[in-house]
Nanobody, 131 residues
């Protein structure tokens, strides 16, 4: 069973840098490898729908961003650690949300920012930005 462990959230000040991590395990037993994955970061703010923030297709290093975070957020991966990172700069109060990471088979499917495209989800990590 694929498991995704998200971490790195907390209470931060407007403009502070924040880095979230998503570490994958249980891949081999599920017929996957880290290099096959597409991994996405999603967020859900109070009263709002879950939205895709950024995704990376590992084997192609293809990165897709939500327009509102382009230039501020950077998604990256470390195959040695089976981990995907979301570096957030110039963070704003409107970025306050629970952030989730998700994974799918990026070889078979052209996965981007649609929640329905992902098969595996981690627990969320809260990011609260105070002004």
């Amino acid at each position: 069973e694929v498991q995704l462990q998200a971490s790195g959230g907390g209470l931060v000040q407007d403009g502070d840098p924040v880095t979230l991590s998503c570490t994958a395990s249980g891949l081999t037993s599920s017929g996957l490898s880290f290099e096959r994955l597409a991994v996405g970061w999603f967020r859900e703010a109070p009263g709002k729908q879950r939205e895709g923030v950024a995704s990376i297709t590992i084997n192609r290093d293809r990165k897709v961003y939500r327009k509102s975070v382009e230039g501020r957020f950077t998604i990256s991966s470390d195959s040695a650690k089976n981990t995907v990172y979301l570096q957030m700069k110039s963070i704003k109060p409107e970025d306050t949300a629970i952030y989730y990471c998700a994974a799918g088979d990026g070889i078979i499917w052209d996965i981007k920012l649609g929640a329905h495209e992902y098969d595996h989800w981690g627990q969320g990590t809260q990011v609260t930005v105070s002004s």
